[in-house]
């Protein structure tokens, strides 16, 4: 497979090798050419990535279109790189039927080249408002990557590892994609079902929004023994039906959904990181009975408790069962 990456002024230097380590990896440990990759610009001539270093290009970006998929790399402000020229060269691969991805917030030149309408996205937490103001009907993922058919986009920073990996895992196989997980020292492979950790002081800044970090606070101090609602707002000081406009508002869930998932989060971390049993995960996660729980948690990440556990490649051994 031949993967090309289009690099935009101010790119993100890091998301992009961090991509092309996984492809490389993938070639070493299997021993054959599964891929290759070229990096492009539009013009051909070397741009700066936002850490002040030039890659040298392969070409213009019509010498991308012998590729099998096209990866849009961008970085800081990718409103300024959405130029009618980028964005009708990004609708052409499209139209020519080319799978297309985005490092970073390339999801949001996508979007402005009109090629992520009816798919689900996911882009740096940083940048999620602004692509939610500016394209409201896309469907904007909190997750540290998305594979929506023929779209491929991440969050950026480390995540492109994550998205190459389930990628290679897809084509060559889960055995292929460990042993690379291995080579880089990952403690797991991250999927779609894992969000990015978005600080909440970001997100809802000054005023009523200290209520809601409030809130959340006391969500997770109280996992095992979960609060009301009316509880929750009573504690920061403001009504229940406040506290679900302000969660609305910031967080586009319900306050009932938003303790649920932070109490699923925490559940599945213990049974990919600890030996309790799922009736011990159950029980401090704050759910009456694990049948509740195991419930919960397949609607949530489409697979049984002890499904989960066995899929995951490490977990942190019982210490009474531990060999000394």
Known sequence: MHIGFLMVPDYTIVTLTNAVAVLRMANRLSGQSLYRWTC???????????????????G????????DMLFVCAG????RQATATLCSTIESFAAAG?????????????????????????????NAPALREQFPSLSVSSSLFVIDRDRYTCSGGVAS????LNMVASVHGRELMQG?????VLERVRTEEDAQRTPLHYLVGAGQGGRLIDAVALMEANVEEPLSLTELAGYVGISRRQLERLFHEH??????????????HRGRLLLLQTGATVAEVASRCGFATPARFTKAYTRR???YPREERRAATRYVADANTSTP
């Open 40 to 58: 492009h610009t539009l013009t051909g001539d070397p741009v700066d990535s936002s850490a002040h270093l030039r890659l040298v290009p392969d």
């Open 98 to 126: 080319t799978p297309l991805g985005a490092l970073c917030t390339g999801s949001h030149l996508l979007a402005a080249a009109g090629v992520l309408d009816g798919y689900r996205c996911a882009i740096h937490w940083e």
């Open 60 to 67: 213009d970006v019509d010498a991308a279109r012998a590729a």
């Open 161 to 164: 590892i994550d998205l190459m």
């Open 301 to 303: 990440y489409g697979k």
């Open 251 to 264: 967080l586009h869930c319900t306050p009932s959904h938003y303790y649920l998932d932070l109490r699923l």
């Open 180 to 184: 690379i997980s291995a080579q880089f």
């Open 76 to 79: 800081y402000e990718p409103e």
